[in-house]
Antibody
Framework: QAHLVQSGPEVRKPGASVKVSCKTSGYSFATYIITWVRQAPGQGLEWMGYVNPYSGNANYVESLQGRVTMTTDTSTKTAYLDLRNLTSGDTAVYYC???????????WGQGTLVTVS | AIQLTQSPPSLSAFVGDRVTITCRASQAISNALAWYQQTPGKPPKVLISDASTLESGVPSRFSGGGSGTYFTLSISSLQPEDFATYYCQQFYSFPRTFGQGTRVEVK
């Protein structure tokens, strides 16, 4: 059974950066795409982009281009989300999720709350 | 980006009721749609992929239908554990997008 375990909550000031980790186990890391989705308090789900652990290729939503980087470390089977120049609008729970492709997502991390204040 | 509009935004129902949620896409997306269930404080859980394929372990009371621009998620007999928020998500094109959610509450 796949498991995705994310790093703990973070508090940052506006203009700062945050890096969230997503440590995986129970499956072949390079075979599945890692997608990042965020959810502002009381709001819906927002797709942020994905990274392919096999190739290292990433694709981001246009609204975050230039502020976001998604990477993976195949030696530790961990994915990372790096978000820079934070604003209060980035306050959200950030989820990593696994998918056999970029289409839909079958296992999710528990979420990481990032507060920008 | 493709917009997904769910209706209703929320509904109240009794245990045992049949419930149907709709999801309309701003353009045709074939059957490139998934449905998720989310309870408070938890990550989403995929229920259905490819508009109508029930994912492993999901109870058969859940069913999905539709294609093109109109999709439905139905729960044949609502159970206590089904009170949650449901989201549709399209994977026809990038960026992937979600509907705004439908909250199913106890009546």
């Amino acid at each position: 059974q796949a498991h995705l375990v994310q790093s703990g909550p973070e508090v940052r000031k506006p203009g700062a950066s945050v890096k969230v980790s997503c440590k995986t186990s129970g499956y072949s890391f390079a075979t599945y795409i890692i997608t990042w989705v965020r959810q502002a308090p009381g709001q819906g789900l927002e797709w942020m982009g994905y990274v392919n652990p096999y190739s290292g290729n990433a694709n981001y939503v246009e609204s975050l281009q230039g502020r976001v980087t998604m990477t993976t470390d195949t030696s530790t089977k961990t994915a990372y989300l790096d978000l820079r120049n934070l604003t209060s609008g980035d306050t959200a729970v950030y989820y990593c999720a696994r998918g056999l492709s970029t289409e839909w997502f079958d296992f999710w991390g528990q979420g990481t709350l990032v507060t920008v204040s | 980006a493709i917009q997904l509009t769910q209706s209703p935004p929320s509904l109240s129902a009794f245990v045992g009721d049949r419930v149907t949620i709709t999801c309309r896409a701003s353009q045709a997306i074939s059957n490139a749609l998934a449905w998720y269930q989310q309870t408070p404080g938890k990550p989403p859980k995929v229920l259905i992929s490819d508009a109508s394929t029930l994912e492993s372990g999901v109870p058969s009371r859940f069913s999905g239908g539709g294609s093109g621009t109109y999709f439905t998620l139905s729960i044949s007999s609502l159970q206590p554990e089904d009170f949650a928020t449901y989201y549709c998500q399209q994977f026809y094109s990038f960026p992937r997008t979600f509907g705004q959610g439908t909250r199913v509450e106890v009546k």
